[in-house]
């Protein structure tokens, strides 16, 4: 199975629609409020939710979303990847619940190969994430540095670094 992709096998227009999805919990979002000490009400607290905002119930963290959105489409899209070099945009455009399940997919906006190094170039996506009834609630755009074959190549290929097993 691939992980990640090379920067001949990107093509401009390319989406990736990554698999599975994941279906955020209570749990999922107020261990990541927590671990980055987000203690915002909004997130924690279901009283304050209900009797003060419009949605009357917890909103799912954004930063939660965005980084579930980043996990999913390493397979596709950063597996392979020498850097990440920027996050351009970030834009959260519907708010998540706890039970909503997320889906993303990765378009490839374009390419550029490196300009120093011919073992290289860099990938221009937009990553979006829906829920279960297709409502977008996160959109991204990013810019990953990635090898191309031939420096896979010279580091020992599709699993460099992977022993082999003695006896």
Avoid at 123 to 148: A, L, N, S
Wanted: charged share 25%; net charge negative.
């Amino acid at each position: 199975m691939q992980f990640g992709r090379y920067y001949e096998e990107f093509e401009v227009g390319a989406v990736y629609k990554h698999w599975p999805g994941k279906t955020v919990t209570e749990y999922d979002d107020h261990l990541f409020c927590l671990l980055t000490m987000n203690h915002h009400p909004l997130h924690l607290d279901a009283n304050y939710a209900e009797e003060t905002t419009e949605f009357k119930r917890n909103v799912v963290v954004g930063n939660y979303v965005y980084s579930l959105l980043l996990g999913m489409s390493v397979p596709d899209v950063s597996g392979k990847a020498i850097a990440n070099l920027e996050v351009e945009s970030l834009k959260h455009t519907k708010p998540t619940f706890h039970g909503d399940t997320i889906y993303g997919e990765t378009e490839v906006l374009d390419k550029t190969p490196s300009k120093s190094k011919d073992d290289r170039g860099v990938v221009h996506v937009e990553t979006r994430g829906y829920k279960q009834d297709g409502t977008v609630v996160c959109t991204f755009r990013r810019k990953v540095m990635v090898p191309k074959r031939s420096y896979g190549d010279a580091r020992g290929g599709e699993q460099p670094g992977r022993p082999v097993p003695q006896g």
